[in-house]
């Protein structure tokens, strides 16, 4: 087994733990992710609005994917998760 074999392995078990306890928190993480962004752009004074909204996006995006995890015998029936922001421009 090669080096990254070996991390995966090791990770495996804990992928699961986080995947169940973001489920379990998804509205405290959440809701603290919003307190932070609420105070980074508070202490820069609105000056990196746009990166912190994206970051906050991006990080709920993630969150939410590891809640809503499908089990490797369902079906996500062939719809996905719209990212997070403003709709694309037409």
Do not use: F
């Amino acid at each position: 087994m090669g080096l990254l074999d070996n991390l995966k392995a090791k990770i495996g078990p804990a992928k699961g733990k986080v995947s169940h306890l973001a489920q379990q928190h998804e509205e405290k993480i959440q809701h603290g992710l919003d307190k932070a962004a609420r105070t980074v752009d508070q202490r820069t004074k609105g000056k990196y609005s746009d990166r912190i909204q994206s970051g906050t996006g991006k990080a709920k995006g993630a969150v939410d994917r590891l809640a809503h995890k499908q089990d490797p015998g369902q079906e996500t029936g062939g719809t996905t998760t719209p990212p997070a922001g403003p709709p694309p421009a037409s």
